[in-house]
């Protein structure tokens, strides 16, 4: 098979008025609630006892969801077990060929997925299409990596031995999915794994097992079968049981730093009969910082720090929550970030002209309200204009200044529209904050000086550094995308060596001497 | 008829050729001239100085200047002699006090030449040596981006103030019957160009009726005020992702009947969008459903976006919006040039280009249609067209400049926009610079 190079799916060209026809067209066909089920090769167990909602107007039910058992996660994995050889041993090609179908399906119906994810997690328009469009970049971006990957490794070769080196998938991988992509994220773990020949059990995020679905659906529409891939949906309790499993090789996920600490602790404990180490695969938080020198353009460093920590009401693991500030520029900066934020429009995901949609649920709005709170307790803060919408989850943005080091609001991964400004004295002082935190996951800085550049470059912890830019946004094959330290196990989704964590390497050594001949 | 208009375009591009105005002996155009040659020849060092340019306001000392401007200068692989000395001056207190200081004065000096003023009353000089001979203005307020309502409400105030020191510096001046009159009527003598950006910090591609809504007040009172002092308001166009949002408004508000008799009021047509003649279809068809005392003025120009609107769209993966031909966005200048003079009473035409093809162009297709001098405007930019607007001046052509205003600190991001065009390798300007041959300067688009 002779494929185009890979190429990112275009994103809708919103400016112009017929691509949001599109769209809203899309929505209002869009027919809710979705039935979601327990999904395990080609038995459906369907159940209300989940309810995803709209953050938008929670009063909307976007799918009543089977919430999957422990029993149902363990006849999950032994399905996903029996399945394994028969995907393993087809070829890597068909492999691809099936993800390529899966992207296509998806592809012809990027408007109503968009819709569904506007719906179902409160992306906004533009968010919503470019997830769907990632989706669709994993599929195409690991469906080409497993056919080079398939080729082996070279290794050096002598007279008398073969040496080959080729890599095997390793087994079961539990995908335990967020709701912040609810499309593309699920989709690129899951891809990934099937891509290299594992079969996966997927258990998306209990806010969104809508999309979960429609992810299941396309696989299954592009060929992968049925026992390759099933739908868990349900809560913590369908994660844990996965992640304990004896026959589950491999965790992907991405979430929480709690929950993704303990899944490796989990996962460290050999399970009783299990014959393999379970490897993790964990995309966790940041506390992601913005470094801006006083040589900054603030005409662009302004609108693109306000697109970095409130877009998606800031519920992007890459979204920034903190920037530090030169001195020399401090007051000025503070004064046009508050102004800008002053005019940022809260309300409905569905609605072309808001800019910060309600985060995903009550609990959220509840925790970012309290660090706000804390945050005008412990130092001053501005606040935006609030939502003059319905009882959808809204949180109105908020900057806060003059915090004391050692805050909460500094330290904590707060995932709300709330960013802290604080001043240094120099670039080397930002980067001695940062080099402090446990976390690095992406990082800003705005400078226009090729030196500090290369100063902070050299300095930075972060996985994903972005110069001059919005610290969000990281594209398939352009910005392999993850973190380091406690923010996660140094992987890169949308890179080149992200499907070497789905298989492992076997080497042969073959003997070609035979009684003094080399054969 | 285009055997005719040929020839015409021939005659009447000799003429202009003919008419630009001489500079042996002028040592300040000739060293702006040299930097710009050296800036033209090697990419690299284009990119260093430009950066420098867009920076030197941002730059708290000397020496953090000079560290700038020698951080530049490390990524041009190929280095004349003098930037090797420049770049050794970095290396001590001294020398980067030295070299942070001229650098300072250089593009102080460059500024100046595309500047007029700091404000409408410092420009005053300027457009009045405009006026004498022969040349009416457009001023355009420079500023930093408008990210805040704060920033737009004084943006705005600044246009109104601007409106009325322009009435007043256009009062006292003698009368120029070319640049004040054709043959539908009396010409307003001020006249500045506005930016719907700088009136709202909410334009958002994905959502124009945002920034409508909100520049709207501050439009429709600059319009009034426009309609007060007798000035013409002309509304600027920017990149693709603002032009629904902008042409929307603009002709919705025209359309009020309180504006049905003033202000002069006029919109930007860019050539280089692909899409350019439905734009025009747009245009006229509410200039037809909206008569208004003083016709729209439409002022075609090529557009100064390329860069933006084609990296745009590749990152995107979209198909690119502009002629990404030189000769392709010439022959669509044409082509609309043509339609616009057609289009006469219902529109009034501005034609803003440096292409002497494109001038000559409009001039010979006005005249051979029998059409008057008179009710064609010829614009040119302050600082890089001078000549030209001088040689059409002298030809009896009514020009009129476009001259930016506003301090040197604020004006660096748009004085960096007009060198990039400037030296820009298929540029008019710099082929014109480097004594390429008239026949080829007007020879047909291909």
Partial sequence: ?519 | MDERLEREIQRVGRALAAAFPSHRGNALKALDNRAMDLAAEDAELRAALFRFVDVVPACRSLDDLAGHLTGYLEQVHTRPPSLRAAMRMGDTKAGRAALGAAGAAGVRHMAHRFIVGADPAAALPALRGLWRDGIAASVDLLGEATVTAGEADRYAARCAEALDALAAVYDALDPRPMLERDTLGPLPRANLSVKVSALTPLLRPEAPERGQRDAAPRLRELLRHAARVGAHLHIDMESLDSREAVLELVLALLAEPEFADGPSAGVVLQAYLRDSPQTLDTILAWARATPRAQPLVVRLVKGAYWDHEVVAARQHGWSVPVFERKADCDRNFEALTTRLLEARPLVRVAIASHNLRSVAHAIARNRLAGGDDADLELQILRGLGDDLGHALASEGLRVRAYCPVGDLVAGMAYLVRRLLENTANESFLSDHAHGVPIEQLLAPPA
């Avoid at chain 1, 017929?18 to 899309?26: D, F, G, I, N, P």
């Fill in chain 1, 1 to 519: 098979m002779s494929l185009e190079p890979f190429a990112n799916e275009p994103v809708l060209e919103l400016r112009r008025a017929a691509a949001r026809a599109k769209l809203t067209t899309a929505m209002e066909k869009l027919e809710l609630p979705l039935r979601v089920p327990v999904w395990i090769g080609d038995e459906r167990r369907e159940g209300e006892e989940l309810v995803s909602t709209d953050p938008s107007a929670p009063e909307r039910i976007v799918a009543l969801a089977a919430s999957a058992t422990a029993e149902e996660a363990g006849a999950a994995v032994a399905a996903a077990r029996a399945a394994f050889g028969g995907w393993a041993a087809t070829p890597a090609a068909d492999r691809a060929a099936a993800l390529l179908r899966a992207a296509a399906w998806m592809r012809e119906r990027r408007a109503a997925l968009a819709a569904l994810a506007v719906r179902e997690c409160a992306k906004p328009w533009p968010e919503a299409d470019a997830d769907v469009c990632e989706a669709i970049d994993f599929l195409e971006f690991y469906a080409r990596g497993a056919i080079e990957l398939a080729a082996g490794a070279p290794l050096l070769q002598v007279p008398g031995e073969r040496n080959e080196l080729h890599y095997a998938p390793r087994g079961v991988c539990a995908v335990i999915a967020p709701w912040n992509f609810p499309l593309a994220i699920p989709m690129g773990m899951t891809a990934a794994a099937l891509a290299t020949g594992n079969t996966v059990v997927l258990k998306p995020a209990e806010q969104a097992p809508g999309c979960g679905l429609r992810v299941v659906e396309a696989l299954r529409a592009g060929g992968v079968p049925a026992g390759a891939i099933a739908l868990l949906p349900g809560g913590g309790d369908a994660g844990a049981a996965l992640a304990s499993h004896p026959d589950v090789a491999t965790i992907a996920f991405t979430g929480s730093g709690a929950v993704g600490l303990e899944l490796l602790r989990t996962a460290a404990d050999v399970a009783p009969g299990a014959r393999q180490l379970t490897r993790v695969v964990a995309e966790m938080g940041g506390k992601n910082c913005v470094i801006v020198d006083s040589d900054a353009d603030l005409d662009e460093a302004i609108p693109a720090i306000i697109e970095s920590a409130f877009a998606y009401a800031g519920q992007k693991c890459s979204a920034a929550s903190r920037v530090l500030v030169h001195e020399a520029i401090h007051d000025a900066f503070a004064e046009r970030l508050a102004g800008a934020v002053a005019g940022l429009q809260v309300g409905p995901a569905d609605d072309f002209a808001t800019d910060v949609p309600p985060v995903v649920e009550r609990e959220a709005q509840e925790r970012v309200r309290r660090y706000a709170q804390l945050a005008a307790e412990e130092g001053a803060v501005v606040t935006g204009t609030p939502a003059d919408a319905g009882a959808g989850w809204y949180c109105t943005p908020v900057v806060a200044t003059g915090l004391p080091a050692d805050s909460a609001v500094l330290r904590d991964e707060i995932f709300g529209p709330l960013l802290a400004i604080e001043t240094v004295r120099s670039v080397d002082e930002a980067c001695d904050r940062i080099d402090a935190l446990p976390v690095a996951l992406t990082g800003g800085l705005f400078s226009r000086n090729p030196r500090t550049v290369q100063r902070v470059v050299a300095r930075s912890p972060v996985g994903n550094l972005y110069v001059n830019r919005a610290t969000t946004g990281a594209m398939v094959g352009r910005q392999p995308f993850g973190g380091n330290r406690l923010s996660g196990t140094g992987t890169k989704a949308g890179g080149h060596d992200y499907l070497l964590h789905f298989v492992e390497p076997r080497v042969v050594t073959e003997n070609t001497v035979r009684h003094g001949l080399v054969v």
